[in-house]
Protein backbone atom coordinates (compact mmCIF):
# COMPACT_ATOMS: atom_id res chain seq x y z
CA UNK A 1 0.00 0.00 0.00
CA UNK A 2 2.99 2.10 0.57
CA UNK A 3 3.90 2.06 -2.95
CA UNK A 4 0.16 3.40 -3.88
CA UNK A 5 0.21 6.14 -1.40
CA UNK A 6 3.44 7.51 -2.57
CA UNK A 7 1.95 8.20 -5.85
CA UNK A 8 -1.54 9.12 -4.77
CA UNK A 9 -0.24 11.60 -2.38
CA UNK A 10 2.38 13.10 -5.73
CA UNK A 11 -0.99 13.14 -7.67
CA UNK A 12 -2.31 15.21 -4.95
CA UNK A 13 0.27 17.57 -4.79
CA UNK A 14 0.47 17.84 -8.79
CA UNK A 15 -3.46 18.56 -9.01
CA UNK A 16 -3.04 21.33 -6.37
CA UNK A 17 -0.28 23.31 -7.77
CA UNK A 18 -2.71 23.46 -11.15
CA UNK A 19 -5.93 23.95 -9.51
CA UNK A 20 -3.82 27.07 -7.04
CA UNK A 21 -2.60 28.90 -10.39
CA UNK A 22 -6.55 28.88 -11.81
CA UNK A 23 -8.20 29.47 -8.83
CA UNK A 24 -10.28 32.75 -8.90
CA UNK A 25 -8.25 33.73 -11.88
CA UNK A 26 -10.41 34.49 -15.36
CA UNK A 27 -10.98 31.37 -17.57
CA UNK A 28 -13.45 30.09 -19.50
CA UNK A 29 -16.29 28.29 -18.62
CA UNK A 30 -17.55 25.24 -21.05
CA UNK A 31 -21.01 23.26 -20.75
CA UNK A 32 -20.48 19.56 -21.46
CA UNK A 33 -23.37 18.24 -22.87
CA UNK A 34 -24.95 17.61 -19.59
CA UNK A 35 -24.71 21.26 -19.05
CA UNK A 36 -22.74 20.58 -16.21
CA UNK A 37 -19.64 23.12 -16.20
CA UNK A 38 -16.07 22.13 -17.11
CA UNK A 39 -12.60 24.46 -17.26
CA UNK A 40 -9.42 24.81 -18.27
CA UNK A 41 -8.30 23.43 -14.97
CA UNK A 42 -10.66 20.26 -14.54
CA UNK A 43 -9.01 19.29 -18.19
CA UNK A 44 -5.04 20.53 -17.66
CA UNK A 45 -5.38 18.24 -13.73
CA UNK A 46 -6.85 15.49 -14.81
CA UNK A 47 -4.64 15.22 -17.76
CA UNK A 48 -1.52 15.66 -15.75
CA UNK A 49 -2.68 12.66 -13.56
CA UNK A 50 -3.21 10.65 -15.82
CA UNK A 51 0.03 10.60 -17.75
CA UNK A 52 1.82 10.40 -14.16
CA UNK A 53 0.13 6.85 -13.26
CA UNK A 54 0.32 5.55 -17.20
CA UNK A 55 4.08 6.42 -16.63
CA UNK A 56 4.69 5.39 -13.18
CA UNK A 57 2.25 1.99 -13.62
CA UNK A 58 1.19 1.19 -16.94
CA UNK A 59 -0.64 -1.46 -16.03
CA UNK A 60 -3.65 0.45 -14.26
CA UNK A 61 -7.08 1.09 -15.39
CA UNK A 62 -7.55 5.22 -15.39
CA UNK A 63 -11.25 6.22 -14.94
CA UNK A 64 -11.49 9.55 -15.34
CA UNK A 65 -14.82 12.11 -15.40
CA UNK A 66 -13.01 14.13 -18.18
CA UNK A 67 -11.36 11.73 -20.41
CA UNK A 68 -12.90 8.03 -19.86
CA UNK A 69 -11.83 5.14 -19.18
CA UNK A 70 -8.21 3.17 -19.67
CA UNK A 71 -9.18 -0.29 -18.75
CA UNK A 72 -7.28 -2.10 -16.02
CA UNK A 73 -4.52 -4.93 -17.36
CA UNK A 74 -4.14 -5.91 -13.47
CA UNK A 75 -7.23 -5.54 -11.58
CA UNK A 76 -6.17 -2.05 -10.37
CA UNK A 77 -8.05 1.34 -11.25
CA UNK A 78 -7.42 4.85 -10.40
CA UNK A 79 -11.01 6.77 -10.38
CA UNK A 80 -10.23 10.61 -10.56
CA UNK A 81 -12.47 13.40 -10.06
CA UNK A 82 -10.35 16.38 -11.15
CA UNK A 83 -12.27 19.33 -9.44
CA UNK A 84 -15.44 17.65 -7.31
CA UNK A 85 -17.44 20.99 -7.47
CA UNK A 86 -16.76 23.05 -10.27
CA UNK A 87 -19.30 25.41 -9.94
CA UNK A 88 -17.80 26.37 -6.13
CA UNK A 89 -14.41 26.67 -8.11
CA UNK A 90 -15.61 28.57 -10.76
CA UNK A 91 -17.12 31.35 -8.11
CA UNK A 92 -13.98 31.36 -6.19
CA UNK A 93 -15.56 29.08 -2.93
CA UNK A 94 -13.08 27.10 -2.01
CA UNK A 95 -15.14 23.72 -1.33
CA UNK A 96 -14.43 22.06 -4.26
CA UNK A 97 -11.19 19.12 -3.89
CA UNK A 98 -9.78 16.78 -6.10
CA UNK A 99 -10.75 13.03 -5.46
CA UNK A 100 -8.10 10.46 -6.37
CA UNK A 101 -9.64 6.33 -5.49
CA UNK A 102 -7.88 3.18 -5.98
CA UNK A 103 -10.27 0.29 -6.46
CA UNK A 104 -9.12 -2.95 -6.59
CA UNK A 105 -11.61 -5.24 -8.31
CA UNK A 106 -14.05 -2.42 -8.75
CA UNK A 107 -13.93 -1.63 -4.81
CA UNK A 108 -12.11 1.11 -3.55
CA UNK A 109 -9.30 0.71 -1.30
CA UNK A 110 -7.83 4.02 -1.05
CA UNK A 111 -9.14 7.37 -1.38
CA UNK A 112 -7.74 10.91 -0.96
CA UNK A 113 -10.13 13.86 -0.71
CA UNK A 114 -7.72 17.04 -1.09
CA UNK A 115 -8.33 20.53 -0.69
CA UNK A 116 -5.93 22.68 -2.51
CA UNK A 117 -6.59 26.12 -1.15
CA UNK A 118 -7.04 25.57 2.21
CA UNK A 119 -4.59 22.48 1.91
CA UNK A 120 -6.60 20.06 3.53
CA UNK A 121 -5.97 16.49 2.87
CA UNK A 122 -7.73 13.85 3.87
CA UNK A 123 -6.28 10.27 3.23
CA UNK A 124 -8.04 6.85 3.55
CA UNK A 125 -5.87 3.43 3.16
CA UNK A 126 -5.38 0.36 5.77
CA UNK A 127 -8.72 1.09 7.72
CA UNK A 128 -7.42 4.59 8.99
CA UNK A 129 -8.44 8.40 7.86
CA UNK A 130 -5.36 10.88 7.98
CA UNK A 131 -6.36 14.79 7.70
CA UNK A 132 -3.10 16.46 7.32
CA UNK A 133 -0.79 13.55 8.92
CA UNK A 134 -3.01 13.15 11.95
CA UNK A 135 -5.43 10.15 12.20
CA UNK A 136 -9.21 11.85 12.32
CA UNK A 137 -12.44 9.88 13.77
CA UNK A 138 -15.73 10.71 13.25
CA UNK A 139 -18.15 12.13 16.07
CA UNK A 140 -20.72 9.81 18.40
CA UNK A 141 -24.29 10.81 17.29
CA UNK A 142 -27.16 8.51 17.69
CA UNK A 143 -29.68 10.25 18.24
CA UNK A 144 -30.80 11.58 14.64
CA UNK A 145 -32.99 14.94 15.46
CA UNK A 146 -29.45 15.91 17.05
CA UNK A 147 -27.78 14.87 13.48
CA UNK A 148 -25.93 17.33 11.16
CA UNK A 149 -26.40 16.16 7.92
CA UNK A 150 -25.25 17.59 4.76
CA UNK A 151 -25.96 17.34 0.70
CA UNK A 152 -25.44 19.14 -2.23
CA UNK A 153 -28.03 20.15 -4.12
CA UNK A 154 -31.63 19.66 -4.34
CA UNK A 155 -31.33 19.52 -8.27
CA UNK A 156 -29.61 15.92 -7.87
CA UNK A 157 -33.07 14.30 -6.36
CA UNK A 158 -35.09 14.63 -9.31
CA UNK A 159 -35.26 11.26 -9.77
CA UNK A 160 -35.74 10.47 -6.71
CA UNK A 161 -38.19 12.43 -5.65
CA UNK A 162 -37.65 15.42 -3.03
CA UNK A 163 -36.74 12.84 -0.14
CA UNK A 164 -34.52 15.08 1.41
CA UNK A 165 -37.88 16.72 2.52
CA UNK A 166 -38.26 14.00 5.30
CA UNK A 167 -34.78 14.59 6.10
CA UNK A 168 -34.85 17.99 6.98
CA UNK A 169 -37.79 17.75 9.19
CA UNK A 170 -36.32 15.10 11.49
CA UNK A 171 -32.86 15.95 11.43
CA UNK A 172 -31.61 18.85 13.30
CA UNK A 173 -29.94 21.08 10.51
CA UNK A 174 -29.78 20.04 6.94
CA UNK A 175 -27.22 22.12 5.28
CA UNK A 176 -26.76 22.39 1.54
CA UNK A 177 -23.63 22.66 -0.91
CA UNK A 178 -19.84 21.04 -0.07
CA UNK A 179 -19.69 18.19 -2.78
CA UNK A 180 -16.53 15.86 -1.65
CA UNK A 181 -15.78 18.45 1.02
CA UNK A 182 -18.63 17.36 3.49
CA UNK A 183 -16.81 13.71 3.41
CA UNK A 184 -13.82 15.09 4.93
CA UNK A 185 -15.76 17.46 7.04
CA UNK A 186 -18.16 13.81 8.46
CA UNK A 187 -14.42 11.67 8.58
CA UNK A 188 -13.23 14.66 10.70
CA UNK A 189 -15.89 14.81 13.02
CA UNK A 190 -17.17 17.83 12.11
CA UNK A 191 -20.69 16.27 10.73
CA UNK A 192 -23.13 13.72 11.34
CA UNK A 193 -24.18 12.50 7.84
CA UNK A 194 -24.23 12.97 4.27
CA UNK A 195 -26.54 11.68 1.51
CA UNK A 196 -26.50 12.22 -2.07
CA UNK A 197 -27.76 10.93 -5.43
CA UNK A 198 -26.86 10.78 -9.50
CA UNK A 199 -23.10 10.34 -8.55
CA UNK A 200 -20.88 9.11 -11.00
CA UNK A 201 -17.69 6.53 -9.48
CA UNK A 202 -15.08 9.52 -9.97
CA UNK A 203 -17.66 11.14 -7.17
CA UNK A 204 -17.96 8.95 -4.99
CA UNK A 205 -15.30 5.89 -4.83
CA UNK A 206 -12.37 8.56 -3.02
CA UNK A 207 -15.26 9.04 -0.06
CA UNK A 208 -15.69 5.33 0.80
CA UNK A 209 -12.03 5.00 2.12
CA UNK A 210 -12.13 8.06 4.32
CA UNK A 211 -15.31 7.46 5.43
CA UNK A 212 -14.79 4.05 6.38
CA UNK A 213 -11.02 4.75 7.48
CA UNK A 214 -12.52 7.12 10.41
CA UNK A 215 -14.74 4.79 11.67
CA UNK A 216 -18.07 5.71 9.45
CA UNK A 217 -20.50 3.64 7.35
CA UNK A 218 -20.74 5.12 3.56
CA UNK A 219 -23.41 2.59 1.04
CA UNK A 220 -25.86 2.99 -1.43
CA UNK A 221 -29.52 3.52 -0.30
CA UNK A 222 -30.09 0.14 -0.08
CA UNK A 223 -27.23 -0.55 2.17
CA UNK A 224 -24.80 -2.04 0.23
CA UNK A 225 -21.11 -1.72 -0.04
CA UNK A 226 -20.24 1.04 -2.52
CA UNK A 227 -18.25 -0.27 -5.96
CA UNK A 228 -17.53 1.46 -9.28
CA UNK A 229 -20.66 -0.31 -10.40
CA UNK A 230 -22.71 1.37 -7.58
CA UNK A 231 -25.66 3.02 -9.14
CA UNK A 232 -24.42 6.78 -7.32
CA UNK A 233 -27.12 7.10 -4.75
CA UNK A 234 -25.19 7.52 -1.57
CA UNK A 235 -25.61 7.69 2.29
CA UNK A 236 -22.22 8.27 4.69
CA UNK A 237 -22.92 8.64 8.52
CA UNK A 238 -20.57 8.76 11.76
CA UNK A 239 -23.23 6.27 13.55
CA UNK A 240 -24.77 3.37 12.69
CA UNK A 241 -28.13 4.37 14.00
CA UNK A 242 -27.82 7.21 12.01
CA UNK A 243 -26.94 5.83 9.03
CA UNK A 244 -29.75 3.09 9.39
CA UNK A 245 -32.33 6.27 10.31
CA UNK A 246 -31.25 7.41 7.05
CA UNK A 247 -31.90 4.28 4.92
CA UNK A 248 -35.42 4.31 6.34
CA UNK A 249 -35.75 7.94 5.38
CA UNK A 250 -34.21 7.60 1.90
CA UNK A 251 -36.46 4.40 1.03
Known sequence: MQEFLTLANGLADLSGEIARK???????????????????ADRSIEEAIR??????????????EEFGVKESRNGLTWVIDPIDGTKSF?????????????????????GIIDQPISKER??????????????????????FKSACVASTTPAMFSKTGPVYEKIEKQAKMLAWGGDCYMYGL?????????????????DFCALVPVVEGAGGIITDWAGKKLTIKSDGRVVAAGDKKIHAAMLELLR
Open 122 to 143: WIGADGKTTLNGKIVKVRPCSD
Open 90 to 110: VIGRPTFGTLIALCKNDVPVL
Open 186 to 202: LASGNMDACFEASLSPY
Open 51 to 64: AAIEKARPEDGIFG
Open 22 to 40: YFRQPFEVISKADESPVTV
